[in-house]
């Protein structure tokens, strides 16, 4: 008897208690290229890891407007052109308000870079740091982001 119900309960009832993975949108800001390309890395606001700027999608907005505008808020990047397409994604957990997690997928939209503004929404809240491909891909937590970037380095790490 136990293990029916065991099974009724992690066959049907685990999976629609479930909750999908909630979507972001990040925005991979590049400028140089092939030995001198740099990526632009800031530190969340919580935890000072080192991330990409992201967010959450935006109603009106294409998911590559959207990563733009996020670079804009998270960083000042101006100047800049996203292109359509995700260049790859990566999940992470993303803890809430509440404390708890919840897991999030996180599509990467590749953006040239001409400047940066001094001043910007979240100016004074997150350290930004250009370096390269390799680096970044040392910095950041997330295995699927690191591969993103160890591709995308001159080299090629992967």
């Not at 972001?24 to 919580?46: F, W, Y």
């Not at 891909?137 to 970037?149: G, R, Y």
């Given at each position: 008897?136990?293990?029916?119900?065991?099974?009724?309960?992690?066959?049907?009832?685990?999976?629609?208690?479930?909750r999908p993975?909630?979507?972001?949108?990040?925005?991979?800001?590049?400028?140089?290229?092939?030995?001198?390309?740099?990526?632009?890395?800031?530190?969340?606001?919580?935890?000072?890891r080192w991330?990409?700027?992201?967010?959450?999608?935006?109603?009106?907005?294409?998911?590559?407007?959207?990563?733009?505008?996020?670079?804009?808020?998270?960083?000042?990047?101006?100047?800049?052109?996203?292109?359509?397409?995700?260049?790859?994604?990566?999940?992470?957990?993303?803890?809430?308000?509440?404390?708890?997690?919840?897991?999030?997928?996180?599509?990467?939209?590749?953006?040239?870079?001409?400047?940066?503004?001094?001043?910007?929404?979240?100016?004074?809240?997150?350290?930004?740091?250009w370096v390269?491909?390799?680096?970044?891909?040392?910095?950041?937590?997330?295995?699927?982001?690191?591969?993103?970037?160890?591709?995308?380095?001159?080299?090629?790490?992967?």
């Open positions: 008897m136990k293990s029916s119900l065991k099974r009724i309960f992690c066959d049907y009832v685990a999976p629609m208690l479930r993975k909630g979507l972001q949108v990040a925005a991979l800001c590049t400028r140089g290229v092939g030995d001198e390309k740099r990526v632009l890395l800031i530190t969340s606001r919580g935890t000072g991330i990409l700027p992201k967010g959450w999608p935006i109603r009106g907005l294409a998911c590559s407007q959207a990563a733009l505008q996020e670079a804009w808020e998270e960083a000042g990047v101006k100047d800049a052109t996203a292109k359509d397409d995700p260049i790859g994604s990566y999940a992470y957990d993303k803890t809430m308000g509440s404390g708890l997690p919840v897991p999030v997928e996180a599509l990467v939209y590749s953006v040239s870079v001409e400047g940066l503004e001094v001043v910007f929404p979240e100016a004074g809240q997150r350290e930004l740091r390269t491909l390799t680096e970044a891909a040392n910095l950041v937590d997330e295995p699927e982001l690191k591969s993103i970037l160890n591709v995308m380095a001159p080299n090629g790490t992967s």
